[in-house]
């Protein structure tokens, strides 16, 4: 089975974006993630128009900000997004959660509260036919797999992304995870880090390599076990950490080819 590999453009920046998405062409992609600024993306139609030039879709557009929070404005700068984000056809919309509070621990009201904020922002995207992606991430609000499983209880309409590589550091194997979210998931992301370690405060520090390059977490066997449940929507490669001098969109775009060079030939 031969999955759409999506490449997450993270780290891009004000990126001159036709020839970098031509490149990623190039290296074997399918799609790409988008997490850029719409002042700088410019217009549906021309973002479909670079898309189909490239053909390269844009596959996920992610928020800015959370829908962890009330805050007007982050409201209404994301339900631009999820506009755009339709318009443009992206196969769902990504976010993740917020910080966690000051100076006390996570309670499980924080945890419903963020969830029913997930699903308002669900609820306005569901009218465009776009699904929205609850991204895992370790060091925000949810941060353990109780409170990962107790928030996924609590959404009734937000679906999940899981971050394949931050299940791992949390201690759920991600496998098992898949299996688990399966009837939630809608998107997955491939991530590796060489090492890790935690602050006394339990803040995760991993150093993140590009995919395949130190396989921590067992790539073919998610592989496996998204044929197993017949997952058909993207699957989509972060980078490592930025090279000083070689971390512009075109640079990156170049090295990425090792990335799907890997994932396509233990079977994806």
Known sequence: MSF??????LRWKNPDLEPA???????GWDGWECRLPLDWLGTPARIRR???????????????????SRDPETIELNKRRMEFAAEVGADCFMYMNGPKPDGRPVTLDDIKAAAEGADQWAEYAAQFGLELSYHIH???????????????????????CIDVSHAQLWGY???ASIRDFQSQLN???????SSTSRRADGYYLPIWVDVGQACNVDFPAIKQTLEEINFTRWVTACPGEPIPGADDALSEAKRSR???????????
């Open 50 to 68: 670079i898309c189909d030039n490239t053909g390269m879709p844009l596959a996920v557009y992610t928020a800015a900000g959370s829908p962890d």
């Open 138 to 160: 370790t060091n925000l609000l949810v941060d353990s797999i109780e409170d990962w499983q107790n928030y996924m209880a609590l959404l009734k309409t937000a679906k999940l």
């Open 4 to 9: 759409k590999l999506g490449y997450c453009t």
């Open 173 to 175: 194997e991600p496998t």
């Open 258 to 268: 090792r990335m799907v060079e890997y994932l396509r030939g233990i079977g994806y």
């Open 187 to 193: 998107y997955i992301h491939l991530q590796d880090y």
């Open 21 to 27: 998405l031509a490149t990623l062409k190039e290296a």
